[in-house]
């Protein structure tokens, strides 16, 4: 491992060499014909690209051209041994001659091809999604987003790591507040090192102790460039296949770039119908431990009847039993999670099936709790965003509890909690709840509901743009 404190003295073969002791995968190539020293690691360069740049330059020029060769752009003469070595782990070649050392960019290490999203399927629009190579991702952005206003800056983290991180923004668009905080916490982080996006976000969160994500993370190329252009901040960690953006809003998690590719009614009524699924997943089955402990003259009497006759024969109170089933549905969610995806999803169905007849026959549950659960589990699965989809679930079981102890009140005092919480939390020290607080009206337009374009005419209120105008058609 090389220190941070590397000497910045005139690089030599020796102490290169001695930087990289005991790396297997390091190659030390001489050509004493021509009294060089190549340093370089084997998977990470491009063999052709090394043929083409290095070997067949170097030898045919032979000694008497090779310094002359070695003034190229392309062969960078290095003086300081922290650059040298920080090159060479870059996927650069190190080229050693009479003294000077020079580094040749032939870097072309192995990455996967751009494929679909797996956890943000759409039915309609384009398909490719991001990659583990910050600068294949970079060329993803600039394939769609074809402006020379689109800027970038690269930064470090990690101590040992040294990931690249890149900010990406539209000058006219973006706030110049939003960029500078951003770029300000990163370079605020010690840490030896971050591997991931979401491992990157802790550590610049607003409110690192909630449960609710504040900066909304994408694999989708077009719903980056649209978050570009609606004027917030983008963010590209190397080595995540993921971005993130900000200033971000709570109801930005509940959209999907199906909505924008939908006719407008269709991607309304989906919009509201995931609006819906929040509600269900929060309180259908905290409403049913509530109902069944302190509120029974709530139920119509056909279905109290039912609703007696299920319950006769469990022996546990209401709140005990939601908890064992909806730790039930989590258990079985995350094994299906976890196994390979062609048996994945057969446990899940087979298991929720299999256990909940068997706990329903065997006396521990109720029929109507399962068909709770079972809405509420599904329920969750409509939330575009896992993240926040992970959130509430957790949430759910503080709100089952505050049912079981005080009933209804319970609940409105759980409810009135997440709303108090959610109004104080920022994203870049924007409101979350933008636009409920500060309430705009002219927001609405692409939160609760997805206007055709034409009525969409303004950025969000939330990145405080310098240029609101987004569409100036005329219906």
């Known amino acids: 491992m090389t220190s941070d404190n590397q000497q910045t003295t005139i690089p030599t073969l020796q102490h290169t060499l001695d930087n990289f002791k005991d790396c297997y995968d390091l ?22 690209e090394f043929d083409r740049d290095v070997i067949t330059p170097l030898t045919e020029a032979g000694q008497p051209a090779l310094q002359t060769l070695l003034k190229r752009s392309q ?14 782990l870059e996927g650069s070649v190190a080229i050693f001659h009479n003294g000077d050392a020079y580094l040749v960019n032939v870097a072309k290490p192995a990455t996967r091809p751009v494929q679909q999203s797996e956890s943000e399927t759409v039915i309609s629009g384009p398909h490719d999604a991001f990659v583990e190579k910050a600068e294949l991702n970079l060329s993803l952005i600039r394939s769609k ?23 990406l923004y539209i000058d006219g668009l973006a706030n110049m507040d939003n960029v500078n905080e951003l770029v300000n916490r990163i370079q605020l982080i010690e840490t030896d090192s971050v591997y991931d996006n979401n491992m990157l976000l802790q550590y610049i969160d607003d409110a690192p102790n909630s449960v609710f994500p504040i900066f909304q993370s994408s694999e989708r190329t077009d719903t980056a460039v649209s978050k570009l252009i609606g004027g917030r901040v983008l963010g590209i960690l190397d080595g995540s296949p993921t971005v993130f953006s900000a200033p971000t809003s709570f109801f930005e998690f509940f959209t999907s770039p199906d909505d924008y590719y939908q006719l407008w009614p269709i991607g309304t009524a989906t919009r509201l119908l995931r609006l819906v699924a929040i509600i269900i997943t929060l309180s259908f089955t905290a409403l049913y431990v509530s109902v069944t402990t302190f509120h029974y003259e709530m139920i119509p009497e056909t279905l109290l009847l039912t609703l007696t006759e299920s319950r006769s024969r469990v022996p546990f109170p209401p709140i005990y039993e939601a908890l064992l089933m909806e730790l039930t549905i989590e258990l079985l969610r995350e094994a299906g999670a976890r196994l390979p995806s062609k048996i994945g999803q057969t446990i899940g169905i087979v298991g929720g099936i299999v256990i909940g007849q068997a706990a329903v026959q065997a006396g521990l549950t109720s029929n109507i709790l399962i ?34 102890i005080l009933g209804n009140l319970g609940i409105l005092m759980g409810i009135a909690l997440i709303l108090i ?24 337009r692409d939160v609760f509901i997805r206007a055709p374009f ?22």
Request: aromatic share 8%; net charge positive.
């Open 454 to 475: 034409w009525a969409m005419k303004r950025r969000p209120s939330q990145t405080r743009s310098p240029n609101m105008i987004e569409n100036k058609m005329k219906k």
């Open 421 to 444: 919480h959610l109004s104080s939390l920022t994203s870049l020290k924007a409101s979350y709840m933008t636009p409920l607080t500060p309430l705009n009206l002219s927001d609405w």
């Open 75 to 88: 062969y960078q003469l290095t003086l300081n041994s922290k650059h040298l070595i920080k090159g060479i």
């Open 371 to 404: 068909i709770a659960v079972a809405s509420s589990a599904i329920a969750s699965f409509v939330i575009p965003s896992y993240v926040m989809s992970a959130s509430i679930r957790l949430i759910r079981f503080g709100l089952i509890f505050l049912a079981g």
């Open 145 to 167: 987003l074809k402006s020379s206003h689109l800027k970038v800056i690269r930064l470090e983290v990690g101590e040992v790591t040294k990931n690249a991180v890149y900010i």
């Open 27 to 48: 190659v030390h190539h001489s050509l004493p014909d021509i009294q060089v020293d190549l340093v370089y690691f084997f998977h990470m360069i491009g063999h052709e």
